[in-house]
């Protein structure tokens, strides 16, 4: 399991939670979703952790993604837990051959067949410097600028957006 979402409340399914991991059981490895996980009513010993492997069984459910199933929880087993060491080179030998080389591979893909699970690398420095957000950021982040990737030369077009303003509306005080 790679992602744990946090818990929703429906009147369907009750409390429940979404997670996504690696399908290890393919070559190559595939994205899975599995909903819903009602995780809090799961007996102790089927509460996985996040980066742990388990098996269960899946059927199909009414999500048409790929890569959906619902679960059957009563069938959990919890394996081994991968470990940090070696600067994760464990978990980045399943998880490097997902990564894509950009949002629009991702988007192709979804266009193909409804896939909507994917890794990708985000190249943040480029996307401050090119919208010019740097200032913005590093407020938000209570660092300089120019720590962000903007270039020195760009001072003047760091733009802050405007502040917030309250906007009356109708009916309401």
């Known amino acids: 399991m790679t992602v744990k979402a ?4 429906s009147q369907q399914h009750g409390e429940a939670v ?3 991991g690696i399908r290890t059981d393919v ?3 595939q994205w899975v979703r599995l909903f819903p996980v009602h995780y809090r009513d799961l007996p ?3 509460q996985f952790k996040k980066r742990e492997f388990i098996e269960l069984d899946v059927q199909r459910g009414s999500d048409t993604r ?3 199933y619902v ?5 959990i087993r919890r394996g081994r837990v991968l470990g940090t060491g070696d600067g994760w080179a464990e978990r980045r030998t399943i998880v490097d051959p997902l990564l894509q080389s950009s949002l629009c591979v991702v988007r192709r893909q979804r266009k193909i067949d409804g896939t909507s699970l994917a890794l990708e690398r985000p190249a943040i420095g480029m996307w401050i410097k090119e919208r010019g957000w740097g200032a913005y950021i590093a407020r938000r982040r209570r660092e300089s600028p120019w720590s962000l990737g903007v270039d020195r030369r760009q001072r003047s ?3 802050t957006p405007a502040p917030r303003r309250r906007v009356p509306i109708a009916g309401r005080s």
């Open 27 to 29: 070559i190559p490895h």
């Open 157 to 159: 077009e760091v733009r």
């Open 66 to 68: 790929p890569e959906s």
């Open 44 to 46: 102790e010993e089927q």
């Open 71 to 75: 679960p059957i929880l009563e069938t």
């Open 18 to 20: 979404c997670v996504a």
């Open 6 to 9: 946090y818990p929703t409340v």
